[in-house]
């Protein structure tokens, strides 16, 4: 409304410091929502920067405890842990993935004797482990459902004695929560959390992950398990799905691209919704930052924000630590 030519109610008002700013901030960024993506490998002493992926490492264990007291030592409470397994280890059945002694199951264990108070998520799918590079056992080219749902849930209660708080599911099979669900329970392991990679898309965003974990499809795409980024409702269904089946947490990946996904998830299911902040979404902003065409803080911030405002609850993204450390240097 005006009064003659000049508005009376005016926006800029709340506008006019960092403080009214602050006081009216609708949706606020914190350290406890970020959850840390680890990339662990064999050996000993090494880390190595993935090229696709600037200031980003995979580390031998060793160094990985180093990281992962810098990731709390900012306020970093949660993370998600990936294996990469070497080719001689690669099979169609996932044999190292259930190995107790395996990379993912020393890891977790180091993590939580070292920091028992960091939560720590192990991911589920086979293909770090699999000779073709895909998320289940691969049959005359086909990517088997049941079976692979089978070795998916054996994986879960692998990871949860070795003391992982929470198993995410990143495969895409159908059925798997509930499985999962059940031979945690059997095991003893009804404490155990599951976060669902519910509404993952068959993404090309993916391409820098892959290079971290030399993990790319072998033949063929994703596509047949991975969802079309055309549909929105489908995702909604397999949400809800999840939920049903027993998932405590529900994921959408990957992120910028997916906004409406995360909003629409959010209004039709009662569990926390996080989302997959991906590798090549870092990758972009890392390389445009690179050439000095954006500022880095400044857009890492409005993109994590952009994520809590589509309603995500939590967020997975390779900017956990640089985003907390801003965090607490604002506060
Ligand atoms: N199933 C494995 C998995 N878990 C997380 C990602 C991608 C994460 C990222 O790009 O940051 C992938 C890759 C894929 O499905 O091909
Ligand atoms: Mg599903």
Known sequence: MTHGQFPYIRGRRLRNSAALRAMVAEHNLKPADLIAPVFVMEGEGEKVEIPSMPDYYRYTLDLLLEEVKQLKDVGIRSLVLFAKVPDEKKDNKGTEALNPKGLMQRAV???????????????????????????????????????????LS??????????????????????????????????????????AYSAKYASSYYGPFRDALDSAPGFGDKKTYQMDPANVQEA????????????????????????????????????????????????????AAQKGWLDEDEVMMETLVGFKRAGADLIATYFAKAASKLLNEQS
């Open 109 to 151: 264990r180091a993590i939580k004797e070292q920091f028992p108070d960091m939560l720590v998520m192990t991911d589920i799918a086979m293909d770090p482990y699999s000779s073709y590079g895909h998320d289940g056992v691969v049959e005359d080219g086909e990517i088997l459902n049941d079976k692979s749902v089978e070795i």
């Open 154 to 195: 054996k994986m879960a209660v692998s990871h949860a004695k070795a003391g992982a708080d929470i198993v995410a599911p990143s495969d895409m099979m159908d059925g798997r929560i509930g499985a999962m669900r059940e031979a945690l329970d059997e095991a003893g392991f009804e404490h155990t959390g599951i976060m």
């Open 236 to 287: 909604i269904k397999e949400a809800q799905l999840d939920e049903q089946e027993g998932a405590d947490i529900v994921m959408v990946k990957p992120g910028l691209p997916y906004m409406d996904v995360i909003r629409a998830v959010k209004e039709n299911v009662s569990v926390p919704v996080s989302v997959y902040n991906v590798s090549g979404e870092y990758a972009m902003l890392k390389a």
